[in-house]
């Protein structure tokens, strides 16, 4: 079946760290790729997303890109700031298929001054 | 937009107790989600609708849940009789071509 995988967390960096969390997926279609990030008390938001083969998405300082080749969608950011604590989720979408998303388990991300 | 709203935000219950959260979807998205998430088992999909109609029930627990979609903006999700293991935050989601916006939450606690 549908599967994503992202890297097991938490995740500790200093302020202005470079981040990567990884995310591999497995589809039986073509997916649309999204990462949403959940902040402390709230509700998930879309961070970015990608909707074909080597699209790269990109929003608040953060991006990754589609590689249909290595079935990857990594997230990451040049230089992080204590804002961006939070947990982030990859998740797909089957563009041909039910309109669910299939999530990650989520990484927690803590950024300390 | 005033995007997903859900009510309460939070609930209190006893044990036993009947309990409704209530999602009104974004004007125009034409599918609705309900999800569960804990610390121990993360995010989970409870029940989806596509134009009020249910597609998906599979991720609801047990028959204790249950979930209507009367109109297209509005759904509710009961729990009856509810159980301190029912304690979670319990989203709602709605989308129009793939993409989910999710509203706030509502955070259960069940004494």
């Known amino acids: 079946g549908d599967s994503v995988t992202q890297m097991e967390g938490p995740v500790t960096l200093s302020e202005e760290a470079f981040l990567t969390i990884n995310c591999t997926y497995t589809a039986t279609g073509y997916p649309s790729l999204f990462w949403y990030v959940q902040y402390p008390g709230e509700g998930l938001q879309l961070l970015l997303k990608?909707?074909?083969?080597?699209d790269k998405g990109s929003n608040k300082g953060f991006e990754a890109t589609y590689r249909k080749e290595t079935t990857s969608f990594h997230l990451e950011k040049g230089s992080v700031q204590v804002s961006d604590s939070a947990v982030y989720f990859c998740?797909?979408?089957?563009?041909?298929?039910?309109?669910?998303?299939?999530f990650g388990q989520g990484t927690r991300l803590t950024i300390n001054p | 937009d005033a995007g997903v709203i859900q009510s309460p935000r939070h609930e209190v219950t006893e044990m036993g107790q009947e309990v409704t959260l209530r999602c009104k979807p974004i004007s125009g998205h034409d599918y609705l989600f309900w999800y569960r998430q804990t610390m121990m088992r993360g995010l989970e999909l409870l029940i989806y609708f596509n134009n009020n109609v249910p597609i998906d029930d599979s991720g609801m627990p047990e028959d204790r849940f249950s979930a209507k979609m009367p109109n297209a903006s509005f759904s509710t999700l009961k729990i009856q009789p509810s159980e301190p293991r029912d304690s979670a935050v319990y989203f709602c989601a709605s989308s129009f071509r793939g993409e989910q916006f999710f509203g706030p939450g509502t955070r259960l606690t069940v004494l």
């Open positions: 990608a909707t074909k083969a080597d």
């Open positions: 998740a797909l979408i089957l563009i041909q298929g039910a309109q669910k998303l299939v």
